[in-house]
Every structure is written in structure tokens, then in C-alpha cells.
């Protein structure tokens, strides 16, 4: 197959870009498949046109992101039009901005296909055309799409893990000493439930004071408890580090489709404690592999991680499950997933 991704990768990680990169590492074994990365993406006015004239000068460039490995070339475009984009079988795209666009792309193009993943646009759902295939990331996110859009195709292929990557180290002491978190700021700070972590983390401070308390991110947020400790997250490999230094991982967002963070901590052996959100309940089993509380509540949350701090065998029986569960979303199995999903839309046009 010859597939076109469509993705605004930058310089920093993204966990929306980072399942399309790791579907194509693996697509890319057997495909023919080409990144495009537009130089003006969302923008409007003056610097629109300005960074499309940039856009423009380095035409044809390959893009490295840095902070993820790509198996497949980026290769920079000014905006997303038909006439920067070969032909294919496949338009592979995420971003809800690109609907109208893409809409009116000739056959030659490829397939038009849109991955789901994003709970705002279930909230705020725009128009499709009925010529664009919906995947949806999580079994939550496809029974909506099939009430808001009842006309078009839609499949469902979850999120993976790159096991390779974001690895299990057996842990070097025999109970938990840490606790850590995402540290998301800006508007996904709320929704992702940062506020309601930082509370855990004061709550958990005051029974537990030995323990260390951590969060990765790209920016040092104002709010955070001085007690915390905050890494860096501008690589992966920082991301790895956060992981491995954490016993606990708590994921206390409020709405997701299918979250990568409770993923990526079981994989490298924390015990994950979890807000019940979009995909979790496919991938995690509450009380075996992980644990999962309703979204929003703290004292939940807190008796769950208290639970783990006071209980090692607990704890570790949690770690073990997890990191042998979760191998089973691996991106070599997800992203195979994808390609047959690929291959049943090909088969049917």
C-alpha cells in the first residue's frame, strides 16, 4: 500500500502525534508510507501567509522531530493542498481542521481515512463527508461516532505501547517510595484533572512523608507544591527516565478517548492508579493490573494509592500483571490492526 499521513509533528512530544508516528514506524516495514508536516497549519492572517512563504522556501525538506524516531520520512509541504500531496491508496489524517479540505481531494489521492481520537470533537462534532472513513480510538469514542455520523464508515483500532521503548526494569527496592504524574498546564491542564492531582499529592503528603512526589512535563507549572519534583519531559528519553522513577503513576483526568501516559507507566513498571476515562477499562483491569476510580474523585483516589503505599505485595503483584498485560498492545500488534483495517477499506471501494 502507499500511504499518506497527514500530522503537525513539532519538536516537543505530543501524545497526538506519537501513536500516528509509532502506527507508521511499523506500517513502514511493508508500505510505502510519506509524512507530510505543513508549515502553517491552524493559523490565519499575516503570519499564515508568512509561514506559508517559509513553507514555500524549504518545500521538499525533511523534517526531524528529535524527541521520537521516525522509520519514515517527514517531508515538509507549505499547507495541506491536494497539489503538495502524491498519489496513493491511502490519505491517513487526524487533525478536524483538515475535514473540509481533504473532503474535496480527488480519488487519486487515496482513501480518505480520519483517525478519532480527540473527546472535543465529540463534544463539539463538525461536519464530515460521508467520503471520509472514521477509525475510532476506543470503543467509547466509535459508539459516538456512530450516533453522530450514522452515514459514514467507521472501524475502531485502539492506541498501543512501544514495549521496546518504554520498557520494565525490575525495581530495586521492596515498597513504593514514589508517586508521580503527568503534569499537563494550559487548557488541558482541567480537563486532564491537574488540580485534582496536586490534592492527591498534599493528601498522600501529609499520611506519607517519606514518599517522593514527581511530574513530567513540558513547562514548570506555577501551581506545582514546592515538595514536588519536576523533570524536564522534552525527549522521550526524559519521559523514560519519569517513568522508571515512579512506583505509583496516578492518571487523574476528568475525559479521554483512549489515554497513552497509563499505558506507557504500566509498560515500565509502576503501579498504575486511574480515573475510569474514554479507553482505559480495554487495556487496564481494575484491581489485577491497575487500579481505576470515577472520574473526579479524590478520596477515591487517595484510599487507592494509600492502599499500594501499605501494602507492597499488593503493589508488586499490581506491577508484575501490568507489565505482562500490556504487551498485548504493543504497536506491533495495534499497528497490524490498522494495516488490515487499511486493506478492508481498500477491498471495499
Same mark, same amino acid.
Given at each position: 500500500?502507499?500511504?499518506?499521513?497527514?500530522?503537525?509533528?513539532? &519538536?516537543?512530544?505530543? +501524545?497526538?502525534?506519537?501513536?500516528?508516528? /509509532?502506527?507508521?514506524?511499523?506500517?513502514?516495514?511493508?508500505?510505502?508510507?510519506? %509524512?507530510?508536516?505543513?508549515?502553517?497549519?491552524?493559523?490565519?492572517?499575516?503570519?499564515?501567509?508568512?509561514?506559508?512563504?517559509?513553507?514555500?522556501?524549504?518545500?521538499?525538506?525533511?523534517?526531524? @522531530? +528529535?524527541?521520537?524516531?521516525?522509520?519514515?520520512?517527514?517531508?515538509?509541504?507549505?499547507?495541506?493542498?491536494?497539489?503538495?500531496?502524491?498519489?496513493?491508496? %491511502?490519505?491517513?489524517?487526524?487533525?478536524?481542521?483538515? %475535514?473540509?479540505?481533504?473532503?474535496?481531494?480527488?480519488?487519486?489521492?487515496?482513501?480518505?481515512?480520519?483517525?478519532?481520537?480527540?473527546?472535543?470533537?465529540?463534544?463539539?462534532?463538525?461536519?464530515?463527508? &460521508?467520503?471520509? *472513513?472514521?477509525?475510532?480510538?476506543?470503543?467509547? *469514542?466509535?459508539?459516538?461516532?456512530?450516533?453522530?455520523?450514522? /452515514?459514514?464508515?467507521?472501524?475502531? *483500532?485502539?492506541? +498501543?505501547?512501544?514495549?521496546?521503548?518504554?520498557?520494565? !526494569?525490575?525495581?530495586?527496592?521492596?515498597?513504593?517510595?514514589?508517586? +508521580?504524574?503527568?503534569?499537563?498546564?494550559?487548557?488541558?491542564?482541567?480537563?486532564?484533572?491537574?488540580?485534582?492531582?496536586?490534592?492527591?499529592?498534599?493528601? %498522600?503528603?501529609?499520611?506519607?512523608?517519606?514518599?517522593?512526589?514527581?511530574? *513530567?512535563?513540558?513547562?514548570?507549572? &506555577?501551581?506545582?507544591?514546592?515538595?514536588?519534583?519536576?523533570?524536564?519531559? !522534552? &525527549?522521550?528519553?526524559?519521559?523514560?527516565?519519569?517513568?522508571?522513577?515512579?512506583?505509583?503513576?496516578?492518571? @487523574?483526568?476528568?475525559?479521554?478517548?483512549?489515554?497513552?501516559?497509563?499505558?506507557?507507566?504500566?509498560?515500565?513498571?509502576?503501579?498504575?492508579?486511574?480515573?475510569?476515562?474514554?479507553?482505559?477499562?480495554?487495556?487496564?483491569?481494575?484491581?489485577?493490573?491497575?487500579?481505576?476510580?470515577?472520574?473526579?474523585?479524590?478520596?477515591?483516589?487517595?484510599?487507592?494509592?494509600?492502599?499500594?503505599? !501499605?501494602?507492597?505485595?499488593?503493589?508488586?503483584?499490581?506491577?508484575?500483571?501490568?507489565?505482562?498485560?500490556?504487551?498485548?498492545?504493543?504497536?506491533?500488534?495495534?499497528?497490524?490492526?490498522?494495516?488490515?483495517?487499511?486493506?478492508?477499506?481498500?477491498?471495499?471501494?
Amino acid at each position: 500500500m502507499k500511504i499518506n499521513v497527514l500530522l503537525n509533528i513539532g &519538536k516537543k512530544p505530543s +501524545g497526538a502525534s506519537r501513536p500516528i508516528i /509509532e502506527f507508521c514506524n511499523v506500517l513502514a516495514k511493508t508500505n510505502d508510507v510519506l %509524512i507530510y508536516k505543513a508549515f502553517n497549519p491552524n493559523k490565519k492572517g499575516i503570519e499564515y501567509l508568512l509561514r506559508e512563504a517559509v513553507g514555500f522556501a524549504i518545500k521538499g525538506k525533511n523534517f526531524t @522531530p +528529535g524527541w521520537i524516531k521516525s522509520d519514515c520520512a517527514i517531508t515538509i509541504i507549505p499547507t495541506y493542498k491536494e497539489r503538495f500531496i502524491r498519489d496513493a491508496d %491511502i490519505v491517513f489524517f487526524r487533525s478536524a481542521h483538515l %475535514i473540509q479540505e481533504i473532503s474535496q481531494w480527488q480519488e487519486s489521492k487515496g482513501i480518505k481515512v480520519m483517525r478519532v481520537s480527540n473527546v472535543h470533537m465529540l463534544k463539539n462534532p463538525v461536519k464530515i463527508s &460521508k467520503n471520509i *472513513v472514521l477509525i475510532a480510538s476506543s470503543k467509547m *469514542v466509535y459508539e459516538k461516532l456512530k450516533i453522530l455520523y450514522p /452515514e459514514n464508515r467507521i472501524f475502531k *483500532v485502539g492506541n +498501543g505501547v512501544n514495549c521496546n521503548f518504554f520498557s520494565y !526494569e525490575e525495581r530495586k527496592h521492596e515498597t513504593p517510595r514514589s508517586v +508521580g504524574m503527568i503534569l499537563y498546564t494550559g487548557n488541558d491542564g482541567r480537563h486532564k484533572g491537574t488540580e485534582l492531582g496536586f490534592e492527591l499529592f498534599n493528601r %498522600i503528603k501529609q499520611n506519607f512523608p517519606d514518599i517522593r512526589f514527581l511530574v *513530567v512535563g513540558l513547562k514548570k507549572d &506555577k501551581r506545582l507544591p514546592k515538595f514536588v519534583e519536576f523533570i524536564n519531559g !522534552e &525527549k522521550s528519553h526524559d519521559i523514560l527516565r519519569f517513568y522508571r522513577d515512579v512506583d505509583i503513576f496516578i492518571y @487523574p483526568s476528568y475525559e479521554d478517548a483512549w489515554p497513552n501516559p497509563p499505558m506507557e507507566a504500566m509498560a515500565c513498571g509502576c503501579a498504575v492508579v486511574t480515573t475510569d476515562v474514554g479507553g482505559v477499562r480495554e487495556f487496564a483491569i481494575n484491581g489485577k493490573n491497575a487500579i481505576i476510580c470515577n472520574p473526579g474523585d479524590l478520596e477515591q483516589m487517595v484510599y487507592a494509592v494509600k492502599s499500594l503505599i !501499605e501494602n507492597p505485595e499488593y503493589w508488586k503483584n499490581i506491577i508484575d500483571r501490568a507489565a505482562k498485560d500490556i504487551k498485548q498492545f504493543d504497536y506491533a500488534i495495534q499497528a497490524n490492526l490498522l494495516e488490515e483495517v487499511f486493506h478492508e477499506i481498500l477491498s471495499c471501494c
